[in-house]
């Protein structure tokens, strides 16, 4: 296959199924291309994982998203893409890397310029402080407050969308961040989308809802248009799941994360 072949697959790698917000929004804006979908569901999560770990773990996933002949590789996982972005670009090499940092860091400041922005994720990605270098890289008189949310994945997956328990933790976690007073919130990691109902609930109205998913679908776009490599739409659009764990959870889960069935899910052989 040659650099020209652009009905080639994006590969999308997340540590599980939260990557399945980007693949949606991939989908919505991007419906001639066909994906090719990691999600590392035997080693999940990675937010609460050391940065050696994580870096040694997306090295394995991008290696083999490369043998799958990817055209581009979009980091959906913000906790991969806060610690071991470097490791996916050095692999990488001419293929062109997005990342739902970059993404959420760019809509923010759209959405704020100069203001106050508000950044939740997992401990590993505010740890990393790679939101606020990101924003602060586009705009220096930004000024970023985050904060950690460590109990909303298990909650999300749980599937405890709108349920007591997530409001009150949504309201513990958030309190810090709405006395900073911020115009935007950026949903720093990949279940958090599915929680945007509720958290607009909790938030006041003033405080817009930053999902770095369609921002990656947007970018993902003008990417590949410059880059001379959109699906033609000769072939219909295929859609292909890895994971490595037995993919029944994956596949029960997903379809809350895409909002249709999942096609073909299979388990990868190391
Ligand atoms: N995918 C991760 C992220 O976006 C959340 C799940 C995990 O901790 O692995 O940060």
Redesign the pocket.
């Known amino acids: 296959m040659n650099a020209l072949d652009d009905n080639r697959p994006i590969g999308v790698f997340?540590?599980?199924v939260?990557?399945l917000t980007v693949v949606r929004a991939l989908m919505e804006r991007l419906p001639l291309e066909s994906i090719v979908y990691f999600g590392?569901t035997a080693r999940?999560?990675?937010?609460?994982?050391s940065v050696a770990t994580i870096e040694l773990f997306t090295g394995q996933i991008v290696d083999f998203l490369l043998r799958q002949e990817v055209k581009m590789l979009i980091v959906?996982?913000?906790?991969?893409?806060?610690v071991a972005l470097k490791i996916v670009t050095a692999r990488a090499g001419d293929i062109p890397v997005l990342d739902?940092i970059e993404a959420g860091a760019r809509a923010a400041v759209n959405v704020s310029r100069g203001g106050r922005i508000g950044v939740i994720?997992?401990p590993?990605?505010i740890n990393s402080n790679a939101y606020a270098r990101r924003i602060h890289a586009l705009d220096p008189a930004a000024r970023v407050h985050s904060q950690a949310c460590p109990l909303f994945?298990p909650l999300v997956e749980e599937g405890w969308l709108d349920h007591p328990v997530t409001r009150l933790t949504a309201q513990e976690y958030l309190r810090p961040v709405l006395a900073e007073d911020v115009g935007s919130l950026v949903l720093?990691?990949?279940?958090?989308p599915l929680l945007k109902p509720l958290l607009r609930d909790v938030l006041r109205d003033a405080v817009k809802l930053i999902d770095s998913a369609e921002t990656t679908a947007e970018l993902a776009a003008t990417r590949l248009r410059d880059a001379g490599l959109a699906a033609s739409g000769r072939d219909p659009a295929a859609y292909h799941y890895f994971v490595t764990d037995v993919p029944l959870r994956f596949q029960t889960i997903g379809e809350r994360f895409l909002g249709r069935s999942l096609g073909e899910v299979t388990r990868v052989d190391w």
């Open positions: 997340d540590s599980g939260g990557g590392d999940v999560p990675y937010g609460v994982k959906a996982c913000n906790t991969m893409a806060a739902v994720g997992t590993t990605t994945v720093g990691c990949t279940h958090y």
